[in-house]
């Protein structure tokens, strides 16, 4: 099956984003990073729209686009990755919005409910691909997969931007744990995805790109940002890396043609 790039990239951007935000929350709840928060609120909205219009140049035509846009509540796996993206992308602008405000507990109510849509997030990008239909993505693993990839990206990009935004040693210390903890769960995610197909996935994707670069270089990297914060735009490439790698292997082990209004019509969930 060919590989459906605006699908790549939206699911990649969409996760990271959704990611972003969950460790704005998790440092808020720490207390840790407070420099770094707003500025990564905002570069997870940005990472939210520009995937959505990722997901949009996918639909090619405007009756498709608004076809899917009539049928948003349908619930499918598809329209239950819009509906996260725009809560994400709300809570996100609310979070902007009660950090210039006073109120430091509505802030840190807004990180936490970040929190939960963000990592949401990551999940369902995956989980709108597990069909019947397609027996390499019919299975948990696949969405846990995306789960780790955007966990990864997201937590490496928080520590790029508090590494760009120079904030203390301190809050390095604290964060990094769960960024290394983040690339940890990408590998196994990566692992059991790959159990899951039978290893039948191209060697070169597979283990050069997602395991070794994306996941294993990652944790590498991400074990030295406590002591050298330049680690984490490393890190930050190797995740990225992993997660394009992951997800184009995903088109490639599927069978035959298929794009999101071919779904759609399988599932009748759309009435196209």
Same mark, same amino acid.
Not at 96 to 120: C, D, F, P, Q, Y
Not at 178 to 192: D, E, I, M, R
Not at 204 to 211: D, E, F, K, T
Not at 222 to 239: D, H, N, P, Q, R
């Given at each position: +099956?060919?590989?459906?790039? *605006? ?6 951007? =969409? ?6 935000? =969950? ?11 407070? $420099? ?25 035509? *405007?009756?498709?686009? +608004? ?16 509906? +996260? ?35 949401? /997030? ?12 397609? *027996? ?23 520590? %790029?931007? +508090?590494?760009?935004? $120079?904030?203390?040693? =301190?809050?390095?210390?604290?964060? /990094? *744990?769960?960024?290394?903890?983040? %690339? ?17 996935? !191209? ?27 330049? /680690? @984490? ?14 997800? =184009?292997? /995903? ?7 298929? !794009?999101?209004?071919? %779904? @759609? ?8």
């Amino acid at each position: +099956m060919a590989i459906q790039w *605006p699908l790549v990239i939206f699911s990649l951007l =969409a996760g990271a984003g959704g990611a972003l935000l =969950a460790f704005v929350g998790l440092s808020g709840v720490l207390g840790l990073a407070k $420099k770094a928060r707003v500025p990564a609120a905002v570069g997870a909205l940005v990472l939210l729209v520009v995937g959505g219009c990722a997901s949009v140049a996918h639909l090619a035509q *405007p009756a498709n686009i +608004m076809a899917a846009a009539a049928n948003v509540f349908s619930f499918s796996g598809i329209s239950v990755e819009l509906i +996260m993206l725009g809560v994400n992308a709300i809570v996100a602008v609310a979070y902007v919005l009660t950090a210039r405000g006073e109120s430091a507990n509505a802030t840190k109510i807004v990180g936490i409910v970040g929190i939960v849509t963000g990592v949401a /997030m990551t999940f369902v990008v995956g989980n709108g691909y597990v069909m019947e239909a397609q *027996p390499n993505w019919n299975t948990p693993a696949l969405p846990f997969a995306y789960l780790g990839s955007g966990l990864a990206t997201g937590g490496a990009l928080f520590a %790029t931007l +508090m590494a760009a935004l $120079k904030t203390d040693e =301190a809050d390095f210390r604290g964060i /990094m *744990p769960w960024v290394l903890g983040a %690339t940890v769960v990408q590998l196994v995610a990566f692992l059991a995805y790959g159990f899951a197909i039978g290893f039948a996935a !191209d060697v070169l994707l597979y283990w050069g790109g997602a395991v070794i670069v994306g996941s294993v270089g990652a944790i590498a990297c991400a074990a030295f940002i406590a002591k050298a914060s330049t /680690m @984490a735009y490393a890190t930050l490439v190797c995740a990225v890396v992993g997660g394009i790698c992951l997800r =184009a292997l /995903m088109w490639l082990v599927g069978t035959g043609f298929l !794009d999101a209004f071919g %779904t @759609a019509a399988v599932r009748g969930v759309w009435g196209v």
